[in-house]
């Protein structure tokens, strides 16, 4: 059964550093999300991306975030300039199409724990 | 203001009692209601839809607009059960989940 798959599974950095987090997402999917966990708290979403373009974003998608699919496969997500409190888990989830009474579930990615110092 | 509630942090049950993990949202329109589970070390993936009335492992969830609940309910709960459930909306153009803190549900032998 197809699955999205994120790399790397644990990013550690120093603050001020950029990160990019990877995603490939099931192959005949439309729509891309990112959503973040921090640890205790619930999943957040972040933004979502459909036809090479942001469809939505949260209070928490500022400049320093931005998201990009470079090729036919990867959807990636970049901070800029992390933070501490950018420390979290981010799951990448891609679904066929964002409306439709059997086509919209979201299929999630492992995610990816990164750790800010 | 769109938001999920799930009130308990943790449940903890033995093997083949029921189970009830309560969620209550808050939406002004027709939100689309989900369970996801997380089992351990694994990835979050969807356990039901209230769209499908179907039931997934046991498990049944009934929308209710008139308390805004959308409770999972299981009538003998196995240890193989036991993981984060989180419930979830989507508002009626579909896109982004709103997710509750999550419930963790611990099945003791």
């Known amino acids: 059964e197809p699955e999205v798959t994120q790399t790397p599974s644990h990013q550690v950095t120093q603050m001020g550093q950029e990160v990019i987090l990877r995603c490939v997402p099931i192959s005949n999917h439309l729509y891309f999300y990112w959503y973040r966990q921090i640890l205790g708290q619930k999943v957040e979403f972040l933004v979502s991306?459909?036809?090479?373009?942001?469809?939505?974003k949260s209070e928490i998608f500022d400049d320093q975030f931005s998201v990009e699919r470079p090729d036919g496969s990867n959807f990636t997500l970049k901070i800029r300039s992390t933070k501490l409190e950018d420390s979290a888990m981010y799951f990448c989830a891609s679904s066929v199409s964002a409306r439709g009474p059997s086509t919209d579930t979201q299929y999630f990615g492992p995610g990816t724990r990164l750790t800010v110092l | 203001a769109q938001r999920v509630t799930q009130p308990e942090k943790l449940l903890s049950v033995f093997k083949g009692a029921p189970v009830e993990l309560k969620c209550n949202y808050s939406y002004s329109g027709s939100p689309e209601l989900f369970w996801y589970v997380q089992y351990s070390r694994q990835r979050l993936q969807l356990l039901l839809r209230?769209?499908s009335r179907e039931s997934i492992k046991g498990f049944t969830a009934d929308l209710n607009k008139g308390e805004t609940s959308f409770h999972l309910k299981k009538p003998f709960a196995q240890e193989e059960d036991s993981a984060m459930y989180y419930c979830?909306?989507?508002?009626?153009?579909?896109?982004?989940?709103?997710f509750g803190q999550g419930t963790e549900l611990s099945v003791k032998p």
């Open positions: 979830a909306l989507t508002g009626n153009q579909g896109g982004k989940l709103i």
């Open positions: 991306f459909y036809n090479n373009e942001i469809s939505e």
């Open positions: 209230h769209i």
